[in-house]
């Protein structure tokens, strides 16, 4: 489907058909954002020595105002986030399955990262409609964000590497 580093997800989509590309600054503050979560997540997630109980507590209350302030944005934006697809991503095309109800052409995609952060990234680029399956080639992003796109994009095909590794390492041997 595409060359070079990608990862297969779960996460909230929409398409928009002839949507105005989206703004540099809107892009890199997702970005930007969603960094610093994920940051967060892989410190929690390394083995080792337990935080303080003083830090945990911290971080649970820093977890709970997140969680918070996300739902209350996301009924200040009008409700529900789109239906989640299972993606592959990569750094110049995503591919997803669909089933009709698309408009082929340029447009742009509201793709949700992480779920604790209601604002989604916008991508521009152009859909085509292939076999049951919806293709976006994105379109040129400015260097900024696609320095923090390709970031992102080979932070999670990292991650879904080492998960494999793993998984290979813990199935028995036959």
Same mark, same amino acid.
């Given at each position: 489907m595409h060359e070079g580093p990608g990862f297969h997800a779960r996460r909230p989509l929409r398409w928009r058909a002839g949507a105005a590309p989206p703004a540099v600054e809107d892009q890199l503050r997702v970005l930007a954002a969603v960094a610093t979560l994920e940051t967060q997540e892989a410190i929690r997630s390394e083995p080792g020595e337990a935080p303080a109980p003083e830090l945990q507590a911290i971080q649970n209350r820093l977890d709970l105002l997140i969680t918070l302030v996300t739902? &209350?944005? &996301? +009924? $200040?934006? *009008? *409700? $529900? +986030?789109?239906p989640a697809a299972d993606l592959q991503i990569g750094v110049d095309r995503l591919h997803w399955p669909a089933d009709g109800g698309l408009e082929a052409g340029p447009g742009v995609l509201e793709l949700h990262l992480q779920a604790a952060y209601p604002e989604p990234l916008l991508l521009a680029g152009e859909l085509t409609l292939e076999d049951g399956g919806a293709g976006l080639r994105l379109a040129a992003l400015e260097e900024p964000v696609s320095d923090a796109w390709q970031k992102y994009v080979f932070r999670h095909h990292r991650r879904e590497l080492a998960r494999r590794q793993a998984a290979n390492e813990e199935a028995p041997s036959s």
């Open positions: 739902q &209350l944005t &996301l +009924r $200040e934006l *009008g *409700g $529900e +986030r789109p």
